[in-house]
């Protein structure tokens, strides 16, 4: 009897460590290499200028597992500066996605992806041209990775991942004909943020 005992609260010990890993609140911060593309749009403004396109920064995040397959997530991430010649591109965005993804090895080991929504800001830098672009936009934000939180941390887990923002910016040049009649001329390039990092979490 005292076997058949131990047995069943053994079992029911690690089946809510397992349910404990799969759902709740889920807090984390990382760090890792970022990187910037842009189509052409730095090349249309300032033709001579050479823009750096990596660097490193800081990523902040947390969220809700409603199960061991959905999850809400919020992030903050830092992109870091873009040298620009003499100056430089500050990029940050704030996001919301779903977190999809499976447990295995009993909720220790999840692979995910993330879809979702995000806010950039772009500090481009102040000049002639750069006044005319858009310094805040709405993007797309996606992810994938792999989360592990083994059950002999209580509760802490590591992330490895890579996240992208993809959003569009908008330019607006005027100019005057001879006859000193105004034209205003708006450009739309494709541009993104994307950083692959390694992060911390405590999973409550």
């Given at each position: 009897m005292k076997k058949i005992l131990l047995?069943?609260?053994?079992?029911?010990?690690?089946?809510?460590?397992?349910?404990?890993?799969?759902?709740?609140?889920?807090?984390?911060?990382?760090?890792?290499?970022?990187?910037?593309?842009?189509?052409?749009?730095?090349?249309?403004?300032a033709p001579t200028a050479s823009l750096?396109?990596?660097?490193?920064?800081?990523?902040?995040?947390?969220?809700?597992?409603?199960?061991?397959?959905?999850?809400?997530?919020?992030?903050?991430?830092?992109?870091?500066?873009?040298?620009?010649?003499?100056?430089s591109i500050d990029v940050s965005s704030y996001s919301v996605a779903a977190n999809l993804g499976y447990t295995f090895l009993d909720g220790q080991l999840r692979p995910f992806g993330l879809a979702g929504l995000s806010y950039i800001d772009n500090d481009y830098p102040k000049g002639d041209a750069q006044d005319n672009v858009d310094p805040t936009n709405m993007?797309?934000?996606?992810?994938?990775?792999?989360?592990?939180?083994?059950?002999?941390?209580?509760?802490v887990g590591f992330r490895l991942a890579y996240e992208i923002d993809v959003f569009s910016a908008d330019t607006i040049s005027t100019k005057y004909d001879s006859y000193g009649t105004e034209t205003t001329t708006t450009d739309t390039y494709t541009q993104s943020v994307g950083t692959i990092y390694a992060g911390v979490e405590y999973n409550f």
């Open positions: 047995s069943v609260a053994t079992i029911a010990t690690l089946s809510t460590a397992a349910v404990a890993a799969d759902t709740g609140i889920y807090l984390g911060v990382g760090y890792g290499a970022t990187s910037f593309y842009d189509s052409d749009m730095v090349k249309d403004l750096d396109k990596s660097d490193a920064g800081l990523k902040v995040y947390g969220g809700w597992m409603i199960n061991k397959i959905v999850g809400v997530e919020v992030g903050y991430a830092n992109y870091g500066s873009f040298a620009l010649d003499d100056t993007g797309v934000h996606l992810g994938v990775g792999v989360s592990y939180a083994p059950t002999i941390l209580h509760g």
